[in-house]
């Protein structure tokens, strides 16, 4: 499998069903613009692979970051008790990293067979939410918070593919603080008995960038936030969802 990185100065209609956004040439001209209220453009890279599309850029100035990632630090209230942990093959662990949810009103989310219920949101997630969406096109009504103190704490690898999540609309993850190490790895090809020989896709999260997991990505690909032991640095990340609520989305 060849896995490889392209340059886009874009996001493509496909990226916004319901929105076109400006769409610029190679020689920087501008083309049809049929909605430019949330039109946001910012320098986008495609990461592309066997079912796997995502779309990565630098959103917010180191500046900007900077000041997100502290105003996150005094508004965020991180979860305790049963929501702290996780079921893993029957068994409970402590979660390795500090976890909160966000969202619309009465909006809940399951996972690890855990239900959490979304607290309303903040200035700062809310701002963050409009950024998104004036960049992507795509509306988003909860957000999960994973706070990582240092390079110890981690994330295993895992699909966000649960029953709630609208699967046309991709998963928005946003990440402040230190930089660190994602992976993905093709459900194939995982384990000792792996049915096929596919190289895993290795990307860096900078601070301020936004990483977009456009369908079919959480079908066909596992991904993770491994142990970085030289990491001293703690790293937030808020990854932007649509659930679909009543059957609508």
């Not at 979860?79 to 976890?99: C, L, N, W």
């Not at 970085?228 to 659930?243: D, E, G, Q, V, Y």
Request: proline residues 5%; charged residues 30%; contains cysteine.
């Amino acid at each position: 499998m060849e896995t490889f990185v392209k340059k886009r100065s874009f996001i493509s209609e496909a990226r916004s069903p319901q929105k076109k956004i400006k769409l610029e040439s190679d020689e920087g001209v501008e083309q049809d613009e049929e909605d430019e209220e949330f039109s946001h453009p910012v320098p986008w890279q495609k990461i592309e692979a066997e079912g796997l599309d995502c779309d990565y850029a630098l959103l917010f100035s180191k500046e900007e970051a900077d000041n997100l990632f502290k105003q996150l630090e005094e508004e965020v209230v991180y979860s305790t008790g049963e929501e702290a942990k996780v079921q893993v093959f029957g068994k409970v662990y402590d979660i390795p990293r500090k976890q909160a949810t966000y969202g619309d009103a009465g909006l809940t989310y399951t996972y690890s067979r855990v239900t959490r219920l979304a607290n309303s949101w903040t200035p700062t997630l809310k701002y963050i939410r409009d950024a998104v969406t004036k960049t992507t096109g795509q509306a988003f009504n909860f957000v999960l918070v994973n706070r990582y103190k240092d390079g110890q704490d981690h994330m295993g690898e895992h699909r966000d593919d649960e029953k709630e999540l609208d699967p046309l609309c991709p998963i928005a993850s946003v990440s402040l603080g230190a930089p660190r190490d994602f992976i993905f790895r093709h459900r194939d090809a995982r384990g000792k008995r792996s049915l096929r020989q596919i190289e895993p896709v290795k990307l860096e999260l900078a601070h301020g960038s936004l990483l977009l997991m456009n369908s079919p990505t959480n079908t066909f690909w596992y991904h993770s936030l491994p142990v970085r032991k030289k990491s001293s640095l703690p790293r937030i990340n808020l990854t932007f969802r649509r659930i679909v609520v009543d059957g609508k989305k």
